[in-house]
Nanobody, 121 residues
Framework: QVQLVESGGGFVQPGGSLSLSCVAS????????MMWYRQAPGKEREFVST???????NYADSVKGRFTTSKDIAEKTVYLQMDSLKPEDTGMYYC???????????????WGQGTQVTVSS
């Protein structure tokens, strides 16, 4: 199956920036959508951004205009550039992919282990 590894999290002050990345690997699986979610302790996991197979992006209203997601030419790495960070952006950020075996069949969702983002003075 697809394995995902996030990186780039850290501690920043409000107004600062962080860049996250997620590298997908696996044999025989075609990744077509790559997403970011985040979750704070005691809260439900929430959608952050998506970049689809054709490159279309979508963002949660709470991050629109501040976050930018993109993927590499091989469509195996997804990035999340986070600018103008706010304390409410604090949480564990998870990479999620949708994939199919040999690019066909039933879609599969895979999650990374997460990378912590803390925005605080």
């Amino acid at each position: 199956q697809v394995q995902l590894v996030e990186s780039g999290g850290g501690f920043v002050q409000p107004g600062g920036s962080l860049s996250l990345s997620c590298v997908a690997s696996g044999n025989s699986y075609c990744v077509y959508d790559m997403m970011w979610y985040r979750q704070a302790p005691g809260k439900e996991r929430e959608f952050v951004s998506t970049v689809t197979d054709d490159g279309t992006t979508n963002y949660a209203d709470s991050v629109k205009g501040r976050f930018t997601t993109s993927k590499d030419i091989a469509e195996k790495t997804v990035y999340l550039q986070m600018d103008s960070l706010k304390p409410e952006d604090t949480g564990m950020y998870y990479c999620k992919t949708l994939s199919r075996l040999y690019c066909r069949g039933t879609a599969r969702a895979d999650w990374g282990q997460g990378t912590q983002v803390t925005v605080s003075s």
